[in-house]
């Protein structure tokens, strides 16, 4: 009977959770790493593997929902969009690198990355995110100056890189990683009648994040209370696309 209850369980699909989670460790040698600042945290963290590899969408589930209480209904559908980032069509999990492909996802005009012609898309770039840091002139970010930015680094790209392209799946990411810091760092007041009002976003968090790709406990992050979902994450990028929009052809300061 034992035997057969023992045999039932591991039959179970069970998921690798990382036993060291939640301690931060700079990468080490032949760890692989992404584009992106939050994936690049969690496994800093070990919320995602350490070394980068093998994550599949449950591993990706599981950990945006643990380290920063986002639903499965916001992580899915990004996790599909990534999973061809891997060459091997056949494959169910990708490594952070291979989110650096251009233009899958990753794209032209980045708040703290070059473009792909000036150099390395994948890591931290101090020059280009000293351009962003130059629109945040308070000590809370609210949405107007966020939209502002995120708008100037394409500005900036389409004008210097001769070879700038900016396809709609990058452009909609683009909004959408606007958003993204500013849900995970920000405090939200989705009700808020003016739409720059709506998240109000710690500049020392943000600046933190982007610069250690850590997670700022230390200096009074807690995860986010509130759950994003897809509807919250998709009804916000949409209404800021439209404030942005506004700001490049002057009708909103
Ligand atoms: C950038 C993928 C989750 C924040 C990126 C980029 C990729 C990517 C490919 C590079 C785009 C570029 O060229 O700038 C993903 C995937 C995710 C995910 C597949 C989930 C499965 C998140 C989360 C956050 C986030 C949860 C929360 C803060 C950002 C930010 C950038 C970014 C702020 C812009 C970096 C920059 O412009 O320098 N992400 N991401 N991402 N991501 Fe993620
Ligand atoms: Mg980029």
Redesign the pocket.
Known sequence: MKLICFTALSALPVLAVPRDRGEWRAPKEGDVR??????NTLANHGYLPRNGKGISKAI?VEA?STA?N?DFSV?SP??D??QPTNPDPNATTIDLNH?TTHNI???DG????QDTFFGP?DVFHVDTWKETLSYFTTPNIDVGQAARARTARVVTSASTNPSFTFPQIGSY?DYG?TA??QF?FGTWNLDADDIKDKISTPLELVKYFFEFERLPFEIGWKRPQNRLTFDILVNFVIETQGLTLGQMNGTIP
């Open positions: 992404a584009p992106c600042p939050m994936l990706a945006l920063i986002w992580v990004l996790y969009f990534a989110l996802l990753e794209h980045s708040l703290s990355r898309a990411f990683e993204a810091y995970v």
